[in-house]
């Protein structure tokens, strides 16, 4: 996309508010008039107060036949009284420019940062394999302000610096035709230095945001590691790394910074040699007659004047280069495709819970390489109430069996059905209303314990929530947290031990009433007492749904109705616990293996 579609589009954003912005735009050109009207009483005191010129004819139409225009001391009064009038509406003026300006910017941000949250929620998981979540973090909450940026350093400066520039320029050319030239002369030349520093500005500034969201996910990744680099006395390391990308941000950010001023410093050097030439030739003009002292005054307070809206349109144009950077980043999430696709027409289901691998292959995308392929020709089938646990070494691809299950990813080949359906032709989210989840790492949020239980079952009564506790193995520790249930989680919740995390997640996954119960190694936590207590509750929760269980413990695995052995990405062997013993193979080796162990 390039610049000027990137910036027709967020003016889209912005147009959506174009009543509060035309208003916005007007108040600020009230305030252009205070502006322009600034010299023109002191004019008058040079040339009618202090002076004889004659009363300007234009002045004395205003002011029809009233008496004061001719007496000096009741002009100058009057004069005086216009100046404060003038001071104060223009101070009036630009105040509630900024303020409509703030008010208008929050909506702008709010709108576009929901969009963008909601976009990241869709996103697939590979979309966030791909990209960091501290760099996503700088977009979500900093990059977004580019549409608050576009209007209160772009479009209002913008409309307001033109029509002031003109505005000004055409009391000049009503005063003196030669030093009007003169100002003009200046606009060609800042087009110039504008056609030559565009790029350099552009890429400086994307290079600086680039690094900036380098540096954020750096530190958050390591933030979130703090325990692991604490335990392994590793805080040099991560301080070398962490001056390594903050030296590389440092440079881009002194880079974009030097073209940015130097441009900046261009524009005014430009500017003030113009205000110089007009000062001497002005000067010159006065001499001759051409001018009055207060004509050459409005001039000389002009060209001061005129500094202000050029240096508001030389931002302008610096602000709308960094706008541009920073928007793209942001689009190039709302404009991503990494979403898990859901066909036209997909259908919600209440499924029964039989579901069937049909010959299903799958790998993953690497960073550098061809993708790798993590399944081959996996088949099975679940019928509705069984209880299936697949079994393998570590990294055969048990875990991203169940990733296919939930839809975080669609199979390369094959496909997988739930009650007949293809899953990818079901609606995404009655998919995943079907299915609970309990991780290997469960994720607490930092919000209490009860509605962490209730995350998946908002509307479930309190009698539940304990049922699913009691069931979950608990009830016990929660009640004894000083605030019970309501106890938030901490931060990443480091308060609670792993295994309280597991069956605080257990009870989640028990509540929420779908039919299909996935549990990957959700006790590897639990001593061996809880975790046969919590399976026993799990016969009675778990009745006529499906359950499918990752696990290496045999004591989990043993009772299901089949278990699928996957080795290098197959499926290796298939049966109950008493079929695979017999067999001799896979799956005995590994049970004689934890039996001696
Ligand atoms: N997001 C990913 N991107 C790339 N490769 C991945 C990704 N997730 C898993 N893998 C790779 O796919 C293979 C299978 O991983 P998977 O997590 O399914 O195995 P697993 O059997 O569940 O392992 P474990 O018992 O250790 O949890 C591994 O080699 C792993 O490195």
Excluded at 77 to 102: D, K, N
Excluded at 270 to 280: D, K, S, V, W
Aim: proline residues 4%; hydrophobic residues 50%.
């Amino acid at each position: 996309m390039n610049t000027v579609q990137l910036l027709a589009r967020l003016s889209r954003y912005v147009f959506r508010y174009a009543g509060q912005l035309v208003f916005l735009i007007i108040i600020g050109l009230l305030g252009v008039v205070f502006e322009v009207l600034k010299p023109l009483p002191i004019k008058l005191v040079i040339d009618n107060v202090l002076g004889s010129q004659p009363v300007p004819a234009l002045l004395t139409r205003l002011t029809g036949p009233a008496a004061f225009v001719h007496d000096k001391s009741q002009l100058l009064l009057a004069l005086v009284v216009f100046t404060g009038v003038v001071t104060i509406g223009g101070a009036v003026f630009s105040a509630a420019v900024v303020r409509l300006t703030v008010a208008l910017g929050r909506k702008l941000v709010y709108d576009l940062s929901l969009e963008l949250y909601r976009k990241l929620q869709q996103m697939s998981l590979t979309f966030y394999a791909q990209n960091k979540l501290g760099d996503l973090l700088t977009r979500i909450t900093g990059d977004v302000f580019v549409v608050y940026f576009v209007v209160a350093q772009i479009i209002v400066p913008a409309i307001i610096s033109v029509v002031c520039m003109g505005a000004m320029l055409y009391v000049m050319v009503q005063l003196d035709l030669v030093l009007a030239l003169i100002a003009i002369s200046v606009v060609p030349l800042l087009i110039l230095a504008l056609a030559l520093f565009f790029k350099p500005m552009d890429q400086t500034t994307a290079a600086q945001f680039a690094r900036q969201g380098e540096l954020s996910a750096f530190v958050q990744q390591s933030l979130t590691g703090i325990k692991t680099i604490q335990s392994f006395a590793r805080e040099q390391l991560m301080f070398q790394k962490l001056e390594q990308q903050a030296a590389d941000f440092g440079n881009a950010f002194q880079k974009a910074t030097v073209v940015g001023t130097t441009y900046n410093q261009l524009t005014a050097l430009i500017t003030g040699l113009a205000a110089a030439a007009l000062l001497g030739v002005g000067a010159y003009r006065g001499l001759q007659g051409h001018l009055t002292a207060g004509d050459l005054f409005i001039f000389i307070g002009y060209v001061s004047a005129l500094y202000a809206p050029v240096n508001a349109l030389s931002t302008a144009v610096g602000a709308a280069i960094a706008v541009v950077s920073r928007s793209r980043r942001v689009f190039e999430i709302l404009d991503s495709e990494d979403v898990v696709p859901e066909v036209p027409g997909a259908v919600a289901l209440d499924a029964s819970g039989l579901i069937t691998f049909h010959d299903v292959s799958f790998g993953y995308a690497t960073s550098s390489g061809p993708p790798r392929e993590v399944l081959q020709g996996i088949s099975f089938q679940v019928l509705p109430g069984q209880v299936i646990a697949i079994v393998g070494p570590t990294g055969a691809g048990k875990t991203s069996i169940i990733s296919l299950l939930l839809r975080f990813y669609d199979p390369w080949r094959g496909h997988i059905s739930l009650d007949g359906l293809d899953l990818r032709e079901l609606q995404l989210q009655s998919l995943r209303e079907n299915m609970s989840l309990v991780l290997q790492e469960p994720l607490l949020f930092p919000i209490s314990i009860l509605d962490n239980i209730r995350f998946g079952n908002p509307e479930a009564t309190m009698e539940e929530v304990v049922e699913a506790a009691q069931a979950a193995q608990a009830h016990d520790f929660i009640r004894k947290l000083p605030d019970g249930y309501d106890t938030v989680v901490g931060e990443l919740s480091a308060t609670l031990s792993g295994g309280e995390k597991q069956r605080i997640a257990i009870a989640r996954a028990f509540l929420k009433k779908a039919p299909i119960l996935i549990l990957d190694e959700p006790t590897s936590a639990l001593d061996s007492l809880t975790e046969a207590r919590i399976f026993k509750a799990l016969d009675r929760f778990a009745q006529r749904k499906t359950v499918f269980i990752i696990s290496h413990k045999f004591s989990t695995i043993r009772h299901a109705d089949q278990i699928v052995i996957i080795k290098d990405g197959q499926v290796a062997e298939h049966g109950t616990h008493q079929d695979l013993l017999a067999r001799g193979e896979v799956y005995a080796d590994l049970y004689k293996h934890q039996h001696i162990s």
